[in-house]
């Protein structure tokens, strides 16, 4: 059964078949990451490119590793060293790239709707790698593959996005997928950095970190994006600390067992203490390992496509 | 489609994983340094009935995997369905192991040459031998098995259904004549 889209640009709309057919096959390829030789020959042949207008350590290396693991081409295209300086606008880049044949395109950009303009410009399947404050699809589902493997299951959790919720991509992606696949989702954070009316997307709002401890099995921690003027959101990154920051303690006196995640890269001490991102709740590196898997999987659900 | 005839019943079956078990270990001089590899789907049912086999000849426990090879498959770009793929299940050390690959039907050889180069990839038997339940014939490549259930020369439109209880709630081999329009 293959997908119903020769896209991926969101979660918004994604069926309920997908998300657990993107999980399933990636539960295969987490098998082969494990092997010694970790290569398939599954997309030999293929030419993908890495379209990348914002910087990105995670998503990037994860996302030419997945595709060197299937036998992919790749070719990685980032801003500083490229034509964008000479003055090309990006429909003309693209344009130029789509002329040398390729098949796939994984793009980050900093502009919201930069994938789907591509779906109108070009053939190649496009993989939205992260636009603007929109979505970030495959660190969703790849946050949902963690969670599925170290619970057993998604449906019926509770899960608790927590952090600036209204500039994140991965709340919003999360959100969606989290939704579909029928979790109880909330979000935490202070009031200015949860979006107005986002009750409405069927999502609770709690306020109070503690609470959104006690009631959930999983949080979802953001990193606060120091880079995109966050700070003005809250009186100090101090204050931010101490009123929704994870520190052991506050993870003690709830007394439970959470699991915790987060998408990286962390700002110790801010979101997370240290302590507890190096504790026994968290599994970020799990998640790291996963991503890659998730990003096989979604390659080759897309590629081989006919 | 229609069934042409039944060559094995239950009990061919049954005789066939007895005489294979038996060959496998005369011509390996007993189960030492073997380990089985079954292909999903029946070909891992059939691996489990001869690994339970050799354990009752031979008393010995051996090594059992399952091996998915769809990713290694050479018709992904001329193929119009999407094939579903599933997850191998090898969790013992290949190295210099005599490995014993076991499918149900052979018949281009092109399964068994991806399920080779999963096997390299995955580290260096000793040696692989094939274990075939049918051979139908019309080979594509150099390839032969070592130990075959039974041989049933088939014409192109006729295809070999063989049903394991484990799945088809009957332990059988069909010959069936299928309609090319």
Do not use: W
Request: net charge negative; with cysteine.
């Amino acid at each position: 059964m293959p997908l119903n889209s020769r896209h991926l640009l969101g979660l918004q709309g994604v069926s309920k078949e997908d998300i657990q057919l993107i999980l399933d096959t990636a539960h295969t390829f987490r098998e082969i990451l494990d092997r010694p030789i970790k290569k398939v020959p599954t997309l030999q042949g293929k030419t993908i490119v890495n379209l990348f207008y914002e910087s990105s350590t995670r998503t990037r290396i994860s996302f030419e590793l997945a595709e060197k693991r299937l036998s992919a081409d790749t070719v990685n295209f980032s801003i500083s060293g490229s034509s964008v300086s000479k003055g090309e606008t990006f429909k003309d880049t693209m344009q130029n790239i789509e002329a040398m044949k390729v098949d796939m395109v994984v793009a980050r950009h900093g502009a919201a709707g930069v994938p789907l303009f591509l779906t109108n410009i070009c053939d190649a399947n496009i993989i939205n790698a992260g636009d603007g404050i929109h979505e970030h699809p495959t660190q969703a589902l790849l946050d949902m593959y963690s969670i599925r493997q170290k619970l057993g299951k998604l449906e019926g959790l509770k899960v608790c996005i927590v952090g600036d919720v209204a500039h994140s991509r991965v709340a919003l992606s999360n959100i969606y997928g989290l939704l579909t696949m029928g979790v109880k989702v909330s979000v935490c954070g202070p009031s200015t950095m949860i979006p107005r009316y986002i009750e409405e997307l069927g999502v609770d709002v709690i306020h109070n970190i503690d609470e959104a401890i006690q009631e959930n099995d999983v949080l979802n921690v953001l990193r606060i994006q120091l880079e995109r003027k966050a700070k003005e959101y809250f009186p100090s990154i101090r204050e931010y600390a101490k009123y929704f920051g994870i520190t052991q303690e506050r993870l003690d006196k709830n007394g439970k067992d959470i699991l915790l995640l987060h998408p990286g890269p962390i700002n110790r001490g801010v979101e997370l203490s240290s302590e507890v991102a190096d504790g026994s709740n968290q599994i970020i590196l799990y998640q790291v390992t996963n991503g890659v898997a998730v990003r096989m999987a979604v390659l080759y659900l897309l590629g081989t496509l006919n | 489609m229609r069934i042409k005839s039944k060559p094995v019943d239950q009990q061919g079956l049954e005789r066939i994983v007895t005489r294979i078990s038996h060959e496998i270990l005369e011509k390996n001089k007993g189960s030492k340094n073997l380990a089985i590899i079954g292909m999903r789907t029946r070909g891992e049912f059939l691996a489990n009935r001869i690994a339970e086999k050799i354990k009752e000849i031979d008393n010995a426990e051996l090594p059992l995997g399952v091996l998915d090879a769809t990713l290694y498959r050479d018709d992904f770009r001329t193929r119009l369905k999407q094939p579903e793929i599933s997850v191998s299940n090898i969790t013992f050390d290949l190295n210099e192991k005599d490995i014993i690959l076991v499918d149900d039907v052979l018949y281009t050889g092109r399964t068994v040459r991806s399920a080779l180069n999963a096997l390299m990839d995955m580290g260096r038997p000793a040696s692989i031998q094939l274990c075939i339940l049918v051979d139908r014939g019309h080979r594509e490549l150099p390839i032969r098995a070592d130990y075959v259930g039974k041989n049933i020369p088939t014409s192109q439109n006729e295809e070999i259904k063989v049903k394991m209880n484990e799945v088809d709630g009957e332990d059988a081999i069909y010959l069936i004549e299928v309609n090319n329009e």
